[in-house]
């Protein structure tokens, strides 16, 4: 795992945004695994602008969706779906370039059978985008998730549906139920990228990091896997114990060798 402490989330966003140019420069038809929420916008932002500038052509790229609330009608703005086709609009992916689990199918279970193959089918997702909940999750792994779960139906806890609520016109409005890719679908990716801000996570984080594997802070499978990078702010980073390390680490690698 290779922590990154950065001053402000734009450094973080660019950093990101560059691992995701070089991959889609070395693999145009490279597979992206996206993330909803606040923390991965700056990046789409950053590739927004790249594409603008011509410096990439993601016109091959194919992207998975971390996540989807279930129930929320087609063409609702909070819809993951729709998100992700706002932030990706004008960066010429095909129309059909971006799936995500079904969160209208009246077989829920079956719809989300049959995005594990759909992810499977695309030969697997090369770069995740991951954000971090208050609570320790990924994708929607609340506290409590299998460390080798698969896509399925969860319900958010309390917290993440307060935490969510800024995206809504009341609190009341937030799902209770997502697909969610699972943390043993998450971990197949081949690189993940967890992007976090702000002294609201900072706790979380340092669990992640620092902290016990344990299905009580999901996203500390991310220990598991050989390909991480957790990109931080100071403020995220303020609870982690070998942040001078980190730091130590991260200024004498070589510019070039990239995440
Ligand atoms: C969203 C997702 C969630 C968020 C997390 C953090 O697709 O999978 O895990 O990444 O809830 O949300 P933000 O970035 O809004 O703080």
Known sequence: MEVVVL???????ELA???VVALVRAQPSAVLGLATGSSPLGVYAGLRLRHAAGEVDLSRVRGFLLDEYVGLPPGHPERYREVIRRELDGLGLAD?????????????????A???RAIAASGGVDLQLLGIGTDGHIGFNEPGSSLASRTRVKTLTAQTRADNARFFAAPDEVPHHVLTQG?????????LV???TGAGKAEAVAR???GAVSASCPASVLQLHPHVSVLLDEAA????????YYRETWAGKPAWQGL
């Open 96 to 112: 059909d370039a971006v799936q995500g689990p079904d969160g209208l199918s009246h077989d829920l279970p079956g719809a989300c």
């Open 114 to 116: 049959a995005y594990e």
């Open 194 to 196: 967890l992007l976090a």
């Open 237 to 244: 980073a303020a609870g982690l114990q070998h942040l001078a």
């Open 183 to 191: 943390l043993g679908t998450i971990r197949e990716a081949r690189h």
């Open 7 to 13: 001053t402000d989330a734009e450094q973080l966003a």
């Open 17 to 19: 945004t560059d691992a």
């Open 208 to 210: 992640t990091v620092e």
